[in-house]
């Protein structure tokens, strides 16, 4: 009998895939494959905070192994504009004049970046040189430049330019561009915007911005621009939907902020997130007024670094900063099934929902946790007066020691329904946790870390702390056991 060929015994295999049959990708429309493409790149979003432009070059290497795989392929590439729309750069000559011919008439997106040196500046007008020809397809910039480029860069009308993320290199000349037509208009048309301030005088352009949708500012000082210029920016544009201040650290002048009025955000503003010192904080919720429709709110309140700066750990100071927002954080802690309120390390507490996209998070930094929490909690007892904050919770991430005085700082929030006390590894005070244990099991009315909803006391820890609090809570309750005037869930749970 003739013996059957290799090839033959190869097809034969169950569960082994046929050569001669093609991939289900094979039969993929253009359309649909180069979807697939896409997909399987970098993903470039021009209103992120700029990195070291690796994407940029990873997307371009990519789209060429893409092509290397078939002529199908390849030709799939080559005719689909929109995979030609990125330009950046960091890129080979050859490699932005293929991009620029390949993406048709489409909009395309530009990235541009140097640091200030002779040869990096070269090369970047020479990049200018060879898009400028293209600037009516200009719809989103991602620059990273010295000053003196950006003259270069508003040298002509922009037509279709809606995005623009900009951030300065240092360099010998700071003077921003000269108020032109041509940066009137162009300002005046975009609709989202990045800007990384640093020391740079930001303020009158600021002013030019009419129809924007999205304002993310960074590293926002003194001498970039004023409170009133920015709250003055956020009024003026009524279409403005999110709105982030990363970074504010801009001088408070000596003008009492009650004397002045509150001036309203858009009603279209969905979300809302601001980092810096209270002082600043202050300054500037005192003085905008959110509306109530706003969709998440993300709050980073900074303590002070310098003794000359104490005066800023007031804690009404942190509490007046907070209060214009508590008919907005008692709407979204309703919609978003209760909130949590956390301790982290010591010195990192915050308030936040529990689920969903969106919702409010209110977090301190640098203050010590009981003051920092009495603000929390006096915010959270402001909103209690009103009509009360059911499923509101309390996790402890740090050392227990002192949880009986942290939970004192609570003692206005009657609402807390469940506490959550995660055993650091370098705990070693079993007998504080059982004491605070015992007070709660107890219950007794006049006990300062009294709450009266309280349902659920959760204690998460290694194996062998959980099973030393065992012993001793079973030995202080052996004879004894205690019969508190309420039901309350014990849940010990082992964790890493």
């Not at 789209?63 to 995979?83: A, E, G, K, N």
């Not at 900009?166 to 609709?191: A, C, K, W």
């Not at 209270?278 to 303590?303: F, G, K, W």
């Not at 009404?316 to 709407?331: C, E, G, N, T």
Request: aromatic fraction near 6%; hydrophobic fraction near 40%; glycine fraction near 4%.
């Amino acid at each position: 009998m003739a013996s059957q060929s290799p090839n033959h015994v190869h097809k034969d295999i169950p569960g082994r895939p046929n050569p001669e049959t093609p991939s289900p990708i094979a039969g993929l429309p253009p359309e649909l494959l180069s979807l697939v493409f896409r997909f399987s790149l970098p993903m470039v979003d021009p209103m992120q905070e700029q990195g070291d432009g690796e994407e940029c070059w990873y997307y371009m290497t990519g789209i060429y192994t893409l092509r290397s795989i078939s002529t199908r392929w390849r030709d799939v590439i080559d005719t689909t504009p929109s995979m030609w729309a990125l330009i950046s750069s960091s890129w080979p000559r050859e490699a932005i004049k293929t991009a620029l011919a390949r993406s048709s008439t489409i909009p395309i997106i530009i990235h541009l970046g140097c640091e200030p040196v002779h040869h990096e500046i070269t090369l970047v007008r020479e990049y200018l040189s060879l898009i400028n020809p293209h600037r009516s397809r200009w719809a989103a910039a991602v620059l990273s430049i010295p000053m003196p480029l950006l003259f270069e860069f508003f040298a002509a009308p922009m037509p279709q330019l809606h995005t623009l993320n900009l951030s300065f290199i240092h360099s010998r000349s700071n003077s921003p561009p000269p108020i032109t037509p041509i940066l009137v208009e162009t300002l005046g048309n975009l609709e989202h915007v990045l800007l990384e301030t640093r020391d740079y005088e930001c303020g009158e352009a600021l002013g030019l911005f009419t129809r924007l949708k999205t304002l993310v500012l960074s590293q926002i000082w003194s001498r970039c621009m004023t409170i009133d210029q920015i709250i003055q920016t956020i009024s003026d544009n009524p279409f403005l939907e999110n709105l982030v201040l990363d970074g504010l650290n801009i001088q408070v002048d000596d003008t009492s902020t009650e004397s002045r009025t509150a001036l309203a955000a858009p009603p279209q503003l969905r979300t809302f997130g601001v980092k810096g010192s209270v002082t600043h904080l202050y300054s500037l919720m005192t003085r905008l007024e959110l509306p109530l429709s706003v969709e998440e709110v993300d709050i980073m309140a900074l303590a002070a670094e310098y003794s000359w700066q104490r005066s800023e750990s007031n804690a009404s100071l942190w509490i007046h900063a907070m209060q214009p927002l508590s008919p907005i954080l008692q709407r979204l802690h309703s919609e978003h099934d209760g909130s949590t309120i956390f301790l982290e390390d010591g010195n990192r507490c915050g308030w936040a929902t529990n689920v969903g996209i969106g919702g409010f998070k209110f977090e301190i930094s640098g203050l010590d946790h009981r003051l920092g929490l009495k603000c929390i909690g006096s915010l959270a007892n402001e909103l209690d007066c009103a009509s009360g904050l059911p499923d509101l919770h309390l996790v402890l991430d740090s050392a227990f020691s002192a949880a009986d005085l942290t939970l004192v700082a609570l003692k206005t929030v009657k609402t807390l329904a469940s506490i959550e006390i995660r055993i650091g590894r370098k705990n070693t005070r079993i007998d504080k946790l059982v004491e605070l244990i015992s007070r709660m099991l107890e219950d007794a009315q006049d006990d300062p870390i009294h709450f009266p909803s309280l349902h659920t006391l959760s204690i998460r820890g290694r194996e062998s702390d959980l099973d030393e609090l065992a012993d001793k809570l079973q030995q202080r309750y052996s004879d004894n056991p205690p019969r508190p005037p309420f039901q309350l869930l014990l849940d010990v749970t082992i964790s890493d």
